[in-house]
């Protein structure tokens, strides 16, 4: 099949020369970021793949220029690994899941959850047993959805019989950790069917945002018999024939690095009220070959950088930007001689000029970190930064650095020309500019070395999983909203690898937030444990990123938010 995006390749360096004269010399680039109803069962059964790749060519031909009132045209920049939720995660990803899978909750056309497959939700007064009662909709293979779907999805992901990304996701659910260790039986998870369809879920502890945890893959339902159907876990989501959808689209066919097709779910409860009949996501890595494809009508949403935004905008295209959710920071490894010393640390952080780092080096809306929370994240009846306010202490002053280096150094016998670390980066753009800017920074305020390491994203994560780095220019987004979703990456105990930090302080005021039920008094918890991490500068805070984008006149209805999935269609329409 023809790879269709590779037509504008030619006009990629052009429009990269044309994009650099406007904007100057400054380099950064975007943060990290159905058929008809009337197809029937039977007929999707006996498509081959042959057919599917035939078809899905002739409607990348017909479709790319935009035309078509009833397709859409985005793009991604990574394929995906798999379609299985419990071992693919990623923002590309999480796109295609939030339209090809639905859980018992969804985002509404905010950042507020409503009902998704289940019409009724009930709780406890402490909130450690959640009750949901499911609606009439259905897989895309015409199998009705069932509470059973929660029960071995989740299961699944904890009994051993599959990879499993995050499994701490599920830890507030009763006996999940245990099962996943081996201590207990997976019969003695806390999901129960209470008929086909009433689903149970008892926690170990009160989790008031509960409902919110459930929008994240960690938590989908999974067909039991379709799996058992096609041999096993293995195979799940490996290809389109071998992947089930819940949700509003399917996946109709999925061409490896080129483009996956989704089509409308027939047997779906809100299918009327979808409105796009087909979505072309393509597999895009570059970004400038992303946006002379949306200039060129091939696309609908482009996410792009602060230096191609001339561009877009001199093409007349009204640019948003909005917060996505994400804090970029530095990671330590506190098993590296220098970098294990907190007044180090400390005096690192202080050295940083963020405001500079902001508007000279980003300059696409990201804003100065005052804690690891990111600015969007819920809290009780505001944000979470609204009732926390500022944790980080150590922000800039260049003679406070010094003083604090000098109380590391003699700490640790040495002078400042003997520290030297490697910052670790992803070859990003705006990594590799943020990264640089870091470098020239603490050199000339702190006469310590630092040398820069820039890897392609699976260099990265062998090297991160391995703490083989002195410290990680790190970016981590919001998988649901709520605070734990950041700090609770800390939480770790003696036992724990000892590149990692480990705080018995911080883990006792970190728990006793978590079991805390009352919503306010649980942030403000929270919000302890995290001046407890930055006083420690275990991280340092950097920014809370931002992202522009571009929507074409012709759709409507697009949301971008700070919680995964950034970028949601559900609510999309295309106006010809």
């Given amino acids: 099949m023809k790879k269709l995006w590779k037509r504008a390749l030619a006009l990629a360096v052009s429009s990269t020369l044309l994009s650099a004269a406007l904007t100057g010399c400054t380099t950064t680039a975007a943060t990290e970021t159905g058929s008809s109803a009337e197809k029937t069962e039977q007929a999707a059964a006996e498509t081959t793949a042959q057919t599917a790749a035939e078809t899905t060519e002739q409607a990348a031909t017909e479709t790319a220029a935009g035309t078509s009132n009833s397709v859409l045209n985005v793009a991604i920049s990574s394929d995906p690994s798999s379609f299985d939720p419990a071992i693919s995660l990623g923002g590309d990803l999480m796109y295609i899941f939030g339209v090809t899978e639905e859980s018992l909750t969804r985002f509404g056309d905010d950042q507020k959850i409503v009902d998704g497959l289940a019409d009724t939700i009930e709780h406890n007064e402490d909130y450690t047993q959640w009750t949901f009662h499911l609606r009439e909709s259905g897989w895309s293979n015409g199998d009705p959805v069932t509470a059973d779907d929660w029960v071995y999805g989740i299961t699944r992901l904890l009994d051993g019989s599959t990879e499993v990304a995050y499994p701490d996701f599920n ?223 150590y922000t800039y002053n260049v003679d406070e650095a010094k003083k604090l280096l000098q109380k590391g150094l003699d700490e640790l016998g040495i002078s400042a020309s003997d520290v030297h670390f490697t910052i670790m980066a992803k070859n990003t753009d705006e990594f590799t500019a943020v990264a640089g800017a870091l470098q020239q920074i603490l050199q000339e305020n702190l006469g310590i070395k630092v040398e820069i390491e820039t890897l392609d994203s699976t260099s990265l994560s062998t090297k991160r999983k391995s703490y083989d780095y002195d410290a990680y220019l790190a970016s981590w987004g919001a998988d649901f909203d709520d605070a734990t979703n950041f700090l609770g990456s800390y939480e770790h105990d003696a036992d724990a690898n000892p590149a990692l930090y480990i705080s018995e302080e911080f883990n006792k005021v970190y728990k006793a937030a978590v079991y805390t039920a009352d919503q306010t008094e649980r942030i403000k918890g929270l919000g302890e444990a995290e001046k407890i991490l930055l006083e420690d500068q275990a991280i340092t805070p950097l920014y809370y990123t931002a992202q522009y984008y571009a929507v074409s006149d012709r759709v409507k209805g697009v949301i971008r938010r700070a919680v995964v999935p950034y970028l949601d269609t559900y609510f999309a329409v295309i106006e010809e």
Avoid at 172 to 201: H, M, Y
Wanted: with cysteine; glycine share 6%; aromatic share 12%.
């Fill in 171 to 393: 830890y507030e659910i009763k006996n999940a950790r245990a099962i996943f260790t081996g201590e207990a039986d997976p019969s003695e998870l806390g999901v129960t069917a209470i008929d086909e369809k009433t689903v149970q879920f008892d926690l170990e502890y009160p989790v008031p945002y509960f409902e919110k945890l459930l929008t994240h893959c960690q938590h989908f339902g999974i067909n039991r018999s379709f799996v058992e159907s096609i041999g096993g876990d293995a195979n799940y989501g490996t290809s389109a024939e071998t992947t089930l959808s819940n949700g509003p689209y399917y996946v109709d066919s999925w061409e490896t690095d080129n483009i996956v097709v989704l089509k409308k779910n027939p047997y779906y409860w809100n299918k009327d009220n979808i409105a796009i009949e087909q979505i072309n996501v393509y597999v895009i890595p570059d970004e400038s070959t992303q946006v002379n494809m949306f200039l060129n009508g091939e696309l609908d949403i482009v996410d792009f950088s602060a230096q191609r935004l001339a561009t877009i905008e001199k093409a007349g295209f009204e640019v948003s930007s909005y917060n996505n959710g994400r804090s970029a920071y530095l990671l330590y490894n506190v098993a590296n001689e220098y970098l294990s010393n907190k007044y180090i640390r400390q005096a690192i952080s202080t050295a940083i000029d963020r405001e500079s780092l902001v508007a000279g080096v980003l300059k696409n809306g990201s804003t100065v970190a005052d804690g690891f929370v990111p600015v969007s994240l819920s809290g009780a009846d505001s944000t979470f930064r609204d009732l926390v306010g500022s944790t980080l202490t």
